[in-house]
């Protein structure tokens, strides 16, 4: 066993985590969490109103501006990232999965540049979407899926029976 000593320290721990992987998180380091700071459960969607739109239209211009290379949108093609944030989240309301979102704006904008495009239009948005998918979501397009309306022939000859004579053989 280890044993260890209080350091004094001035220090704030964030930790950041997807429901579905609380689970993994260490139980020493939640119970520290539990006792000494706070678990916060945030949002994952935001309701679609005018103002919210305008909030993810100004990220959409932040991630251009942040990777630095790709295209401005033009009002359209913010439209579709617009369309694409409410796809992913119930209905009436956009997602606030940001990074994903990001990696949509950033494979849209790198496939203007793939055409010579000087804006990203809505045609990219569109494309990019079936790019832009998570390799869990990659998996279940190209696994095929068991069809259980299927019926199974069997075509080889029957099983001989227990004690070596052929099944319905009499004899």
Known sequence: MVLTEPVPCETVLVVAANPGELEYIHPAL???LRGFGYEILTADSLERTPENEVALARFVAQEVRRDGRIPHFTAAGVRAVLEEAGRRAAEG????????????????????????????????????????????EQLEATTPTPRP???????????????????????
């Not at 990001?102 to 079936?130: K, M």
């Not at 075509?155 to 004579?165: C, E, F, K, M, R």
């Open 30 to 32: 939640r119970s520290r």
């Open 93 to 136: 309301r956009m997602t606030l999965r940001l990074r994903e979102l990001g990696g949509l704006v950033r494979i849209a904008g790198d496939l203007a540049i793939s055409e010579g495009a000087r804006l990203t239009e809505a045609a990219h948005v569109q494309r990019a979407r079936g790019l832009a998918l998570s390799v869990e």
């Open 149 to 171: 309306n299927l019926r199974t022939i069997v075509l080889s000859p029957p099983l001989p029976a227990p004690g070596g004579t052929e099944a319905g053989g009499g004899g």
